[in-house]
């Protein structure tokens, strides 16, 4: 069975860093690209940031470019989203997606940016 | 950056209707569009991409249409699960985009 699971989320101060991952399960992980999109509480989503299956490619939204970082271990079946300079506006629930059209999904891990 | 738009914002509907739903990107996407459901507290679920292709597993009553700028989604035989939120996608460009949603509900 396919999985993504997120993980990671929590509550931290503005000007806070956090790591978030996302452990993938009943596929090749490898041979994928993938996604983190968030979505900020009531509100859509947004893409956030898009690396490939080997990692040679990165893409980030404006939002949060200079201050996120994805990578992914292939050896692990994970993949990463290093968040420093955190603001209230990064306040979401932040999902791991796979592949170029976000086939699959995980469940979601929340991100809580508050004094 | 592609900007993705939403008609309508909301519609309500009986157990039974067909709903249709546009999407209009800013500029020409060709078919890289895809089509999302979102149900509260839960994550999105893919249900078409390139523009009509199905998901596997999707129920053939979701079915998508267009190509440049013009896409729909068309929803037939609406049931009670099938009430929720529903999103476009454009990953022809990057930054990719999401389009502002359309929330289906009960009349």
């Known amino acids: 069975e396919m999985q993504l699971v997120e993980s990671g989320g929590g509550l931290v101060k503005p000007g806070g860093s956090l790591r978030l991952s996302c452990a993938a399960s009943?596929?090749?992980?490898?041979?994928?690209?993938m996604n983190w999109v968030r979505q900020a509480p009531g509100k859509g989503l947004e893409w956030v940031s898009f690396i490939s299956g080997p990692s040679t490619s990165i893409h980030y939204a404006d939002s949060v470019r200079g201050r996120f970082t994805i990578s992914r271990d292939n050896a692990k079946d994970s993949l990463y989203l290093q968040m420093n300079s955190l603001t209230a506006e990064d306040t979401a629930v932040y999902y791991c997606?796979?592949?170029?059209?976000?086939?699959?999904w995980g469940q979601g891990t929340l991100v809580t940016v508050s004094s | 950056d592609i900007q993705m738009t939403q008609s309508p914002p909301s519609l309500s509907a009986s157990v039974g209707d067909t709903v249709t739903i546009t999407c209009r990107a800013s500029?020409?996407?060709?078919?890289?569009l895809a089509w999302f459901q979102q149900k509260p507290g839960k994550a999105p679920k893919s249900l078409i991409y390139?523009?009509?292709s199905l998901q596997s597993g999707v129920p053939s009553k979701f079915s998508g249409s267009g190509s440049g700028t013009d896409f729909t989604l068309t929803i037939s035989s609406l049931q009670p699960e099938d009430f929720a939120i529903y999103y476009c996608y454009q990953y022809n460009n990057y930054p990719r985009t999401f389009g502002p949603g359309t929330t289906v509900d009960i009349k």
């Open positions: 390139a523009a009509s």
């Open positions: 500029q020409g996407i060709s078919n890289y």
């Open positions: 997606a796979r592949g170029g059209t976000g086939d699959f």
């Open positions: 009943g596929f090749t992980f490898s041979s994928y690209n």
